[in-house]
């Protein structure tokens, strides 16, 4: 996972999107070229644009949420926007907009957020797009890429308040907002064989760290060999012993360890909510203290020992522990490597292992302003919308193919001890 600079590393700077057609034209020849050559995206399965147009064609906003699996992702739904023939806006962390990314990413419509900062910019913005009506406006509500194609991570509530406060601008027009979960997988073509690639990847891991690669051994086994060793040496830097049980409890306990010690030193108590929620509740204690003019250097090295703690507990809670096992395919077992390969061999963006297929499936649009009467008070409306959101998008991904199942010699020792 890419540990992207904070507030106190990175200034924020807001840039006002506004599309330029000669770029958004030239834009094709780029992302086919991207698309092909660095994420190996070579063909297209997508179901569901019937679900857009005719809610663009009475003014209504679209607020299209796909979940987050891939580096390949804004891309994909580039495509998705030429196959519309409509730009579509992206609401973005602000760390990318650096160098030419300052001019091009805003004249193709993505604009900065930043996410752990109090600047209502972008917020704006993206509500005064929605209620506009004219162009589609993307969020990843998930926040961050977590390589877990076929398992959702908790949503964060933000893409639904900046659909809910549009909804209310658009009431006294008569018109809505509608959220479409868009659901996001890749899978590896018929003619790509990737197992050489991801049987060279877990012995570059191995080599990495001084372990003799199991050539021999499952895939799968030494995929959970490696991950036990990795979470080991971390329970001794912060526990100072392994913890029993399996992967996801070990995970789960060292996560909620450090997340306890920093709550209680920075905000006096533990907070009972997800594991994204609570770091970046910490993650903004921390930012503001380091504003504070007369921080004393043992201060700042406090506050930073946090913050990177606090993105090793987001990694961390990235390693669902049982997502190979409970179906061993090459698509989970890629995206597991290439977590490892960023986690690890410390890789900027980790690099598909065999041509692919995109497949993107559009659910039906839920109604935001129906969502708000019917809540009573609109402030409530927006975690039962979340979690509505979050249990359609996840049916969308579980209808789409699971993907190439591993040999059966490559996962028969490990299916056995699971």
């Given at each position: 996972?890419?540990?992207?600079?904070?507030?106190?590393?990175m200034?924020?700077?807001?840039?006002?999107?506004?599309?330029?057609?000669?770029?958004?034209?030239?834009?094709r020849?780029?992302?086919?070229?991207?698309?092909?050559?660095?994420?190996r995206?070579?063909?297209?399965?997508i179901?569901?644009?019937e679900?857009?147009?005719?809610?663009?064609?009475?003014g209504?906003?679209?607020?299209?949420?796909?979940?987050?699996?891939?580096?390949a992702?804004?891309?994909?739904?580039?495509?998705?926007?030429?196959?519309?023939?409509?730009?579509f806006?992206?609401?973005?962390?602000?760390?990318?907009f650096?160098?030419k990314?300052?001019?091009?990413?805003?004249r193709?419509?993505?604009?900065?957020?930043?996410?752990?900062g109090?600047?209502?910019?972008?917020?704006?913005?993206?509500v005064?797009?929605?209620?506009?009506?004219?162009?589609?406006?993307?969020?990843?509500?998930?926040?961050e890429?977590?390589?877990?194609a076929?398992?959702?991570?908790?949503?964060?509530?933000?893409?639904?308040?900046?659909?809910?406060?549009?909804?209310?601008k658009?009431?006294?027009?008569?018109?809505?907002?509608?959220?479409?979960?868009?659901a996001?997988?890749?899978?590896?073509?018929?003619?790509a064989?990737?197992?050489?690639?991801?049987e060279?990847?877990?012995?570059?891991l191995?080599?990495?760290f001084?372990?003799?690669?199991?050539?021999?051994?499952?895939?799968?086994?030494?995929?959970?060999?490696f991950?036990?060793?990795?979470?080991?040496?971390?329970e001794?830097e912060?526990i100072?012993?392994?913890?029993?049980?399996?992967l996801?409890?070990?995970?789960?306990?060292l996560?909620?360890?450090?997340?306890?010690?920093?709550?209680?030193?920075?905000?006096?108590?533990?907070r009972?909510?997800?594991?994204?929620v609570?770091?970046k509740?910490?993650?903004?204690?921390?930012?503001?203290?380091?504003a504070e003019p007369?921080?004393?250097?043992?201060?700042?090295?406090?506050?930073?020992?946090?913050?990177?703690?606090?993105?090793?507990?987001?990694?961390?809670?990235?390693?669902?522990?049982?997502y190979?096992r409970?179906?061993?395919?090459?698509?989970?077992?890629?995206?597991?490597?290439?977590?490892?390969?960023?986690?690890?061999?410390?890789?900027?963006?980790?690099?598909p292992?065999?041509?692919?297929r995109?497949?993107i499936?559009?659910?039906e649009?839920?109604?935001?302003?129906?969502?708000?009467?019917?809540?009573?008070?609109p402030?409530?409306?927006?975690?039962?919308?979340?979690?509505?959101l979050?249990?359609?998008?996840?049916?969308?991904?579980?209808?789409?193919?699971?993907?190439?199942?591993?040999?059966?010699?490559?996962v028969?020792?490990?299916?056995?001890?699971?």
């Amino acid at each position: 996972m890419k540990n992207l600079p904070l507030g106190h590393e990175m200034p924020y700077q807001f840039f006002e999107p506004k599309l330029d057609p000669f770029l958004m034209w030239a834009g094709r020849f780029y992302l086919d070229s991207v698309l092909q050559k660095r994420y190996r995206v070579e063909e297209f399965h997508i179901e569901g644009l019937e679900h857009i147009a005719p809610l663009l064609s009475r003014g209504d906003g679209v607020l299209l949420t796909p979940n987050h699996p891939d580096h390949a992702d804004c891309y994909v739904m580039y495509e998705l926007s030429r196959r519309l023939r409509l730009p579509f806006y992206y609401m973005a962390a602000y760390q990318i907009f650096t160098g030419k990314n300052r001019w091009v990413l805003p004249r193709i419509g993505v604009f900065p957020v930043d996410r752990e900062g109090a600047d209502l910019r972008a917020f704006k913005t993206g509500v005064n797009l929605l209620a506009d009506g004219k162009n589609p406006l993307v969020i990843f509500p998930e926040g961050e890429i977590y390589h877990l194609a076929d398992r959702l991570t908790p949503l964060r509530e933000g893409a639904i308040a900046v659909a809910a406060s549009a909804a209310k601008k658009r009431r006294e027009a008569g018109k809505t907002v509608w959220v479409v979960p868009v659901a996001l997988k890749y899978r590896f073509l018929g003619h790509a064989d990737p197992l050489p690639a991801l049987e060279q990847s877990m012995a570059t891991l191995e080599t990495r760290f001084t372990w003799w690669p199991e050539h021999g051994q499952p895939l799968v086994d030494r995929i959970y060999r490696f991950a036990e060793g990795m979470l080991g040496l971390k329970e001794f830097e912060y526990i100072g012993t392994c913890q029993a049980g399996g992967l996801k409890e070990r995970i789960a306990g060292l996560t909620g360890t450090i997340l306890d010690r920093i709550e209680q030193r920075r905000a006096g108590k533990n907070r009972a909510d997800t594991v994204p929620v609570r770091v970046k509740e910490l993650r903004r204690i921390c930012l503001e203290k380091l504003a504070e003019p007369q921080l004393t250097p043992e201060e700042r090295r406090a506050l930073d020992r946090d913050l990177h703690d606090l993105f090793m507990v987001v990694q961390s809670f990235s390693y669902p522990g049982d997502y190979v096992r409970e179906c061993p395919t090459m698509e989970r077992v890629a995206e597991t490597l290439m977590k490892f390969e960023e986690d690890f061999l410390g890789a900027d963006e980790s690099l598909p292992h065999g041509a692919r297929r995109a497949c993107i499936r559009l659910g039906e649009p839920i109604d935001v302003s129906e969502r708000l009467a019917s809540a009573g008070k609109p402030r409530l409306a927006i975690p039962a919308l979340t979690a509505e959101l979050e249990e359609r998008l996840q049916a969308l991904l579980d209808d789409l193919p699971q993907g190439r199942p591993i040999p059966s010699e490559k996962v028969v020792a490990a299916m056995a001890t699971s």
